[in-house]
Structures are given as C-alpha cells and as structure tokens.
C-alpha cells in the first residue's frame, strides 16, 4: 500500500532537522529529451532557434551542482563564480557581457528568474539547486520574451512543480572542511484539484581560511532555506502557482589575498607585498580588526495564473514580492590594516507584476506582455581608515558615512511572433519598449581628528531612459535531424548614479548601455540521436559599457587628494567567437560530453578625462584625455573548454555504478576592470588569473529501484589554486585583492526518495 501525501507530511516533521544539501543526486532515472521554456513556450532544446543550454536533475548530478556557481565550466564563454567578497553574491558573464559591481546602484546585466520572477540584485544568487526541474541559460539580448530587459543573457531557474504523485527525498552530505548539509523535499495531493510540496535546507562548513592567532575561520558558510508551494488546478484550462520562500545566511568574512604594496595617503608604504602576490595559503591569513560576521535574509513570494482562453489563447499573470537585508563586513584589503574595511548594509525590496498573452496557431506562434516592477534599496555604509590617513597633518582617524536611497520604476512592453513560412521555414520578429526611471539621494560624510579631512556632499538625482530594441531571427530545418538559424537582436541597459560619489562631479548620471548582437548556429543529431552537436557563432557590438574605475584627484582648490571612484561608459567594446556542445552516447553506459568556448573580447574605443599635472609653471592641474582601449575586458578568457565522462555499471539486483569525470579549462583572463597601469599599460598581476585546468570526479551507487543513493564526490582534485574575481580600488592605498576558488573538497552523500 503507497502511503499517501498526507501521512508522508506527518512523518516529514521528524526528517526536516535534516533538510539540508550535497552534490545534487539525480531525481529522475534517465535523461529524457529536455523540453525548455526559453521562448517562454514549451518546446524541445534541438528545436530553440538560439544558443541555449539546459539542465535537467540528472545533468546537474553529473556536473556535482549544488548551487548557480557549479554550472562554471558547462556552458560554453560562459563565467558565473561567488562574487567578490561575498559568500551569497553571484557574478555571471556571457560572452564578456556582465556587472560584477555587487553595489547597489548597479544592475547586473544578465538576467536571474527562479520561476520567470526576476530577481534585480546580484546578491542572495547562491540559490541550493535541490529539486529543481531544469536550469537553462541562454546566450544573448533576451528582451523580446521576458519582463526585465536582459542585455547580455539570461539564466532560468526552474523548480519542479507539485502533481498529484507523491514525491520525497531526504539528502545528507559531509565531508572536508567540517562540510555537513541536509535537504528534504516532499510534495504530492491534498486534494484532487490541490497539489502541494515543500523544500528545506541547510548547510555549515568551516572556513577556508584560518587566522593562525585566533583560530578563526574566514571563508566559511551558514546558511538555512526553505521554499512552500502549492499547484491548484480547478479546470483543465486554468491553473494557479503560488510560491514562498525564505533564506538565512549567517557566515563569516570572506577574505581575499592583497597582491599590491599598501600606502598611506600620502604614499608611504605600509605593507610591502611582491607584485605577484606570493603564494596563498589557505590554512593561514593575518587577522583584521573588523566583525568576522555576514548575515543575510533574503525571501519573496509569487502567483502565477495561467487561462487558456480557448484552444489558440493564452493569458498569464505572474505577480511577486521580493525583500533582501544584507549586513556585511567586508575586509577589502585582506591585510590587519585598517585601509580597506567596510560595512554594506542593505535593504532592498521589489514588486513586479508581468501580463503574458500567448497564441499558438497553425502557422503564428505569439508571446506578448507587459512588465512593471518597482525596485526600492536603502543603504548604510561605513569606511573605516585610519591607517591610510597616518602622517597627513596629525590626522590619526578617519571615517566615512554614506546613506543613500534608490527607487526604480520600471515598465516594458514587449512582443515576439514566430511565423511559419513553410514546413521548413521559420522567421522570427520581435520589438520590446523600456522605461525605466530612478530617483537617487546620497549623503556622505566624513569625519577625522584632522578638520581639513571633514566634510559632507549630498546630492539628489532623478533621470529616465527609454528604449526600443528589436529582434530578428531566421531558422531552418533541413531535415529532422537538423536546424540552421541566424538571429540579431538588441539588448538594452539602463543608466543610473554613481553610488560611490565622493565629491561635486562625481555626481552626474552615467549613460545606459547598448548591445548588437548577431548570431548563427546549428542544432543537430546524428546517429539516430546519440550523437549530439551543437555549434554557434557570434558578434557582439556592445556600446557605452558602464566601468567604474579608482582615482585620486587633486587641484589647487583641493589640495588634499580626493578619492574618485568614476563610472565611466566605455565607447565602444567588440567581441567575438564561436561555441560548441557535444554529447555522445556510444553505447547505453556511457556518455561523453564537451562544451567549448572561443571569445576575442576587446576596447574599439575608451577614453577617459583626467585632470593631470602641468609640469610646466605655473603649477595647474590640466584636463587630460587618458585613452584606455589597451586594457582587456574583465571576465573574458579567449578560451573555455570541459570535457567529461560518465559510466554506468550494472550490478543486476545489487543496483547500479556510475562513475562520473570532468576537467574544465580557463585561458589567461582579467578579473577586474582597471587592471593595467594607464600610463606604462603594464599589467597588474593581482588582478589577472593564468590558465588552468580543474578536474572534478564523482562515483555514485544507486540501488535496485533508484530509492537509495549513495556517492563520493570530489571537486578541483588537482588542488589548483585560482583566482576567481578582484577588487580594484587602489587610490585608497593601492588596494588590490584577489579572490580564490575553493581547494580540493571531497563530499559523501545518501540520499533516500521515493
């Protein structure tokens, strides 16, 4: 006798203290055609006119993802790592399109939705990947098909929606670093009409870093979440999805490794660091004098109805609420100076609402909708510097205080239809209308033992900007087996404030930004579908992209040299490239699979105006026009490559072994903007990463019935140590820090479902 949904949620009382995560085991037996919503239609991946890439459970268990950040390395000229400084901020770049900036005035220029609601901030991204359905990321401007403009791509969370059929799984994880974690999801009916399901989380690991003199841990995680859902099906027409969910997280500082020799104000040297940084050493870092604490609370909820109107006619609602508190103490120069130490504190909440109406006929298939979403972000903010003041006039102490307050308003308008020209012949048209407006006030003061280092600016900024962007695209299918397909689409970034303005100037609006793409490609099967190859090229002509950049400013009526953190539109930045996926299915027990990546990603055009020194008299600073085009775009290595294997062992009754195998490449690349000396374009070392490999293995028993589930999974095995992201802000005593990548981990995981 199956027992029923409502005595599995009486039981599941006593199994929730273990809901926590591992390596995320496969929740379905086989790896069925994937079927994708990117076109905000179901339909097959092979039939997506567009570079996109899915994953169901079982290719996430293969890839051992248990968050956002363990997709690196599988979607080709694709970068998506922690975000600096912060175990809960997420940075993604496609194509060399992206916005690492966690600050609160910067949008990320791709798009992040968990069930098509958009989340706005890069922070509160680190998302557990338990009982999802499917994660596609598409490649390119997407403004034509979703709610919130997406200039650079798009990356889509799918969770698995309740049915009628009762579904559990309890997950339990440890291994290296003190790594314990649990999940455990349920869902099933509580009436014919009413299916529901729950998710809970949580997960501790002791730091990667270690304080030789206190025995603190550094680089740690503590985190905790939940998710509730509830699927009402009333009418074979009409269907309504409400969602909520709730996350905790309370971790340590995230600390970097300074690469660059820290000064004073006035230039004199207080930590001498080699230029090329010394090796890092995970198990020892020097102490800093700031809270070892970051906490963050991040949750929303959701409706969506769906109403078949009739039988070519669809109308969907999909309205959200979402709130995020951060509170994060960040050491910014990863050294016991006080040069660099901050306080974010943030408050931020969204309400979206998107109206969708659909038409699928014979030979026009139409998405169309409108979007509004208001965004509000409050802030506090503290600089804590007293050592970079040390030698200027008896100065001793040095604070700096900035609140600030953000509100977005946002609405688009948008349209996409799909037209049949023939059994084979597919053209695409779409156009989307953005406004979007935001209104800034920023406060900041500083406050010193020395009063010529005093003072407070404040300023208030209200700016809109508006946009048109089409879509074109082309696809044909030569047979069932293949499909070719050109598209050009627009992609489109508001503009916004600069949430580091220190000083009159500083406080000018930057400009939005503008990406042309255009791309070609091929889906195709081979081998009565064992074969799988996908190819694509691209041009991207990405225009006015938002930079900020560290400076120190003088003139003769600021002689005390002022910190500028400039946002800057860089003209003109090009690239280029090619992408290719594989996979390969020789026999039933195993599969291969590749996933490679070519990008040239350069400057046409970026200048920037300096106030210098005259060297002739009389004394004066003169505006400079300082060309920065020599320097690489961030986040865009020429190469990434993975290539995998896995496995399958039959054991008869005893069940079955897969073993699992990956290495995954990354060519020399920048990891911050500013990364090269303006004036010699000699390259700082700290702020780039040189190739290398990372090799991941996994080994999973699975009995009989697929019930039970148990594994060993080990990540980066070769022990490389990499960066994965810097911060740049040397005009506060030359600060440069790199981030890392986690050393090798081995994890042990059971899983129990039914």
């Known amino acids: 006798m199956r027992p029923s949904f409502r005595s599995l949620l009486l039981a599941s009382g006593m199994l929730a203290g273990f809901g926590a995560t591992g390596p995320a085991l496969a929740q379905d037996a086989g790896d069925e055609e994937i079927v994708v919503t990117a076109r905000r239609t179901e339909e097959r991946l092979q039939d997506v006119p567009g570079a996109v890439s899915a994953f169901n459970a079982a290719a996430l268990e293969r890839l051992g993802a248990t968050e956002a950040s363990g997709l690196q390395g599988a979607v080709p000229n694709v970068n998506i790592v922690q975000g600096r400084g912060s175990s809960n901020a997420l940075n993604v770049y496609i194509r060399g399109v992206g916005q690492p900036d966690a600050l609160q005035t910067f949008d990320p220029a791709i798009g992040f939705y968990v069930d098509d609601v958009y989340y706005s901030r890069i922070r509160g991204l680190q998302l557990d990947l338990f009982d999802v359905d499917r994660i596609e990321v598409l490649r390119g401007p997407q403004g034509t098909l979703f709610g919130k403009n997406t200039i650079g791509g798009a990356v889509r969370v799918v969770t698995r929606r309740p049915t009628q059929d009762t579904h559990a799984a309890l997950q339990v994880t440890g291994g290296d670093f003190g790594q314990l974690e649990g999940r455990y999801s349920m869902s099933g009916g509580l009436t014919d009409e009413l299916a529901a399901g729950f998710q809970v989380f949580a997960a501790a690991r002791d730091g990667y870093v270690t304080n030789p003199v206190t025995g603190e841990d550094y ?14 099906d009333p009418a074979s027409n009409f269907r309504l999805d409400v969602a909520a969910d709730y996350a905790e997280e309370s971790s340590a500082l995230v600390l970097g490794q300074a690469t660059n020799t820290l000064t004073t104000i006035l230039g004199v040297p207080l930590l001498v660091i080699p230029t090329n940084g010394g090796p890092y050493n995970f198990e020892a870092r020097p102490t800093t004098g700031l809270p070892n604490s970051t906490h963050l609370e991040h949750g929303g909820m959701s409706v969506t109805a769906a109403w078949d109107i009739n039988d070519l006619w669809t109308l969907r609602s999909i309205t959200a609420y979402r709130d995020l508190e951060n509170r994060d103490f960040i050491d910014i120069d990863a050294t016991p100076l006080e040069l660099g130490d901050v306080l974010v504190d943030v408050d931020q909440n969204q309400t979206s609402q998107e109206f969708q109406l659909n038409f699928d006929g014979e030979r026009l298939n139409l998405v169309s909708g409108i979007y509004y979403m208001r965004e509000n972000i409050a802030s506090h903010q503290e600089a804590y510097a007293d050592d970079f003041v040390i030698g200027f006039l008896g100065a001793t102490s040095f604070l ?8 977005t308003d946002s609405w688009a308008a948008y349209i996409n239809g799909t037209f049949t020209l023939s059994d084979a012949l597919n053209l695409t048209l779409g156009v989307r209308y953005t406004n979007e407006t935001k209104d800034y006030f920023r406060t900041t003061s500083t406050f010193s033992n020395q009063a010529l280092l005093n003072g407070t600016f404040a300023f208030n900024g209200s700016e809109t900007w508006t946009d048109t962007s089409p879509l074109i695209s082309i696809d044909y299918r030569v047979n069932d087996n293949v499909l070719l397909y050109a598209r050009a689409a627009e992609g489109f970034k508001s503009g916004g404030f600069n949430g580091r303005a220190n000083a ?8 939005p930004e503008i990406l042309l793409s255009y791309e070609a ?29 560290s400076r120190t400013v003088t003139s003769e009526s600021q002689p005390v040299p002022a910190i500028d953190f400039a946002v800057l539109n860089a003209g003109s930045l090009v690239s280029y490239g090619a992408e290719l996926e594989l996979s390969y299915v020789p026999i039933d027990a195993l599969r ?13 055009e970026f200048f920037e105006t300096r106030s210098l020194p005259n060297p002739a008299p009389p004394p004066a600073n003169i505006p400079t026009l300082v060309d920065r085009s020599f320097q690489a775009p961030a986040f865009s ?15 008869g009754n005893l069940g079955g072994l897969t073993a699992n195998a990956a290495a995954r490449y990354r060519s020399e690349m920048a990891l911050a903007v500013d990364n090269s000396n303006i004036f010699t374009q000699a390259i700082f070392p700290g702020m780039w990463q040189d190739s290398y490999w990372l090799y991941d293995a996994s080994l999973v028993w699975e009995s009989e019935a ?40 081995v994890s042990f995981v059971l899983g129990l479902k039914y």
Do not use: C, M
């Open 706 to 745: 697929g019930h039970v589930t148990a594994g060993v999974y080990g990540r980066n095995l070769g022990d490389e140590l990499y960066r994965t992201d810097a911060q740049e802000f040397s005009s506060v005593g030359g600060i440069r820090t790199a981030y890392y990548g986690a050393p090798q981990t």
């Open 219 to 232: 680089n740690d995680r503590n985190v905790g979440a939940g998710r509730v859902q509830l699927a009402w």
């Open 637 to 651: 290595p020429e190469w990434t490559a993975r290539v995998g294997a896995s496995y399958r062992f039959d054991l």
């Open 400 to 407: 700096r205080t900035v609140d600030d307050d953000l509100a």
């Open 521 to 549: 490609g091929a889906k195709t099967d081979w081998l009565e579908g064992r074969l799988r190859l996908n190819g694509d090229v691209f041009y991207n002509d990405y225009q006015d992209f938002q930079a900020r950049v």
């Open 504 to 511: 009159p100037g500083e406080d000018q609006p930057y400009d």
């Open 592 to 604: 291969l699979d590749a996933q490679i990546g070519y990008l040239h990603a350069e400057y046409d």
